[in-house]
C-alpha cells in the first residue's frame, strides 16, 4: 500500500495535483505502523474526494497517435539536419510540438523561420548578395544564376534539386503564409513538414 502512495504521489506531482500530494506526504510520514485500518480506510476515501476535486479544474490535452509521435522531436529532420543547422532547432520542435497539438498554422509559421535560415545559409553558399531579401523570388532569381555558372556536377544537380524544392515551398506555401487571415490545416502543415524536411536534408549536404 505504501509503494502504491508514494507511486501516486509522484504521478500527483506529475499533473499539478498540489493538495492530494500535501495529503499523501502528510499520511506517509504517519509511518506503516503508526495507521490503523480504520484510519487508512478513512484517509483513503479523503483522498479519492481530493483527487477528484483537483482533477476537476486540471485541463488534459489528447493527441491522436499519428500527431504525438511529432511531439519533443529533437531530430525531427535528422542528425545531419541538427548538426549543420543549430540555430533552427527550436523552430523545428516548436514545429513537431505545434503539429502535435493540433495547431496547423502555428506549425507553418515555425517551418516558414526555418526556411528563412536555409535560404540563408544557400545563398551564402553561392555567393549571393541578396540573402536578407524578404522577396524570396528574387533570391531564388539570384541562385538560379549561380548555379547555371557552376560546372556540370554531382554536387551542381544536387543544387539545382535544392533550388526547385525551394521554390516548390516558395510558391506553394510562403507567398500565402504572409497573408495573417489564412489558415492552415494539419493535413497541409504535414505536407509542408516534408517538404521543408526534404529541402533541408539537401542542403545539410551541400553547405
Known amino acids: 500500500m505504501y509503494s502504491s502512495l508514494k507511486k501516486l504521489r509522484t504521478q500527483c506531482k506529475s499533473i499539478g495535483l498540489r493538495l492530494s500530494d500535501i495529503s499523501i506526504a502528510e499520511?506517509?510520514?504517519?509511518?506503516?505502523?503508526?495507521?490503523?485500518s480504520k484510519h487508512l480506510h478513512r484517509f483513503l476515501s479523503e483522498l479519492e474526494n481530493t483527487i477528484r476535486r483537483e482533477m476537476s479544474i486540471v485541463n488534459f490535452f489528447y493527441m491522436p497517435a499519428d500527431q504525438a509521435d511529432?511531439?519533443?522531436?529533437?531530430?525531427?529532420?535528422?542528425?545531419?539536419v541538427n548538426a549543420k543547422f543549430p540555430s533552427i532547432h527550436f523552430d523545428m520542435v516548436e514545429a513537431g510540438n505545434c503539429f502535435a497539438m493540433g495547431?496547423?498554422?502555428?506549425?507553418?509559421?515555425?517551418?516558414m523561420r526555418i526556411m528563412e535560415v536555409g535560404v540563408q545559409e544557400f545563398g551564402k553558399k553561392l555567393g549571393v548578395a541578396i540573402v536578407t531579401e524578404k522577396n524570396w523570388q528574387n533570391i531564388l532569381d539570384e541562385l538560379n544564376k549561380a548555379i547555371k555558372t557552376l560546372p556540370k556536377s554531382?554536387?551542381?544537380v544536387e543544387m539545382s534539386q535544392a533550388s526547385a524544392n525551394l521554390y516548390a515551398v516558395k510558391l506553394a506555401w510562403r507567398n500565402e503564409v504572409m497573408h495573417p487571415n489564412d489558415k492552415y490545416t494539419l493535413e497541409e502543415a504535414k505536407n509542408l513538414i516534408g517538404q521543408?524536411?526534404?529541402?533541408?536534408?539537401?542542403?545539410?549536404?551541400?553547405?
Open 27 to 36: 499520511f506517509l510520514r504517519c509511518g506503516e505502523d503508526g495507521v490503523s
Open 70 to 80: 511529432f511531439y519533443s522531436r529533437e531530430k525531427l529532420f535528422g542528425s545531419a
Open 103 to 111: 495547431r496547423g498554422t502555428a506549425c507553418v509559421f515555425h517551418l
Open 154 to 156: 554531382p554536387a551542381t
Open 196 to 207: 521543408v524536411k526534404l529541402f533541408m536534408g539537401q542542403l545539410a549536404s551541400i553547405v
